[in-house]
Every structure is written in structure tokens, then in C-alpha cells.
């Protein structure tokens, strides 16, 4: 799995007190530019995600990724479907 993997589960972790999130992406890259963004203390607007609020005010917009899941198929359903399973199954915090 690299940057340009596509169709994956991943979990954000923040580095200062370990809160985790668990998401789903069609291409890894993108995804975590995109929570990059929202995460970035410099960003004014309010991010959308709990996840991304959380970064911004607990670890100045840093945060690690693990992606820990390929699914086999380009659809979004599921995909969707794969993260709600290891959601419920790992009960991350910042949902």
C-alpha cells in the first residue's frame, strides 16, 4: 500500500493522545490531502469532520495514517460497507 492505493480502509491517529478514526477512500493520496486541509490550523473555516476538528485543536493539524484494508472492488458501497464493519468491530473515538 502506497500513496496512490486505491480502494481502502484506514485509520487517522492522533499523534497526542491516540483518539483514532476509521475512513474510507477510492484513492489514499486524495483522502488525506483532503484531511490535511481540513485539519490545518491556518484553515478559518470549521472543519466538517469530528475527526478533523479534533487534529486541528489537539495536534496542530498533525496526525498519522494506517491503512489496513484493501477492498477488491471499485465500489463505493462497498467500501462503505467495510468501513462500517471495522468501525462498529474497533470503536474509534472520533466518529
Known amino acids: 500500500i502506497n500513496c ?4 481502502l480502509v484506514y485509520c487517522i491517529i492522533c499523534p497526542k493522545c491516540s483518539e483514532f478514526y476509521v475512513g474510507e477512500c477510492k484513492t489514499l493520496r486524495a ?3 483532503l484531511h490535511r486541509n481540513h485539519s490545518n490550523p491556518g484553515n478559518i473555516t ?14 496542530d493539524g498533525h496526525f498519522l495514517v494506517f491503512p489496513f484494508h484493501v ?4 465500489h463505493q458501497i462497498t467500501r462503505e460497507a467495510y468501513e462500517k464493519h471495522f468501525q ?5 473515538t472520533l466518529h
Open 4 to 7: 496512490d492505493s486505491t480502494n
Open 31 to 33: 483522502r488525506m490531502n
Open 46 to 59: 470549521t472543519p466538517p469532520l469530528k475527526v478533523n476538528q479534533h487534529l486541528k485543536t489537539c495536534a
Open 71 to 74: 477492498v477488491h472492488t471499485n
Open 88 to 92: 462498529k468491530v474497533l470503536q474509534p
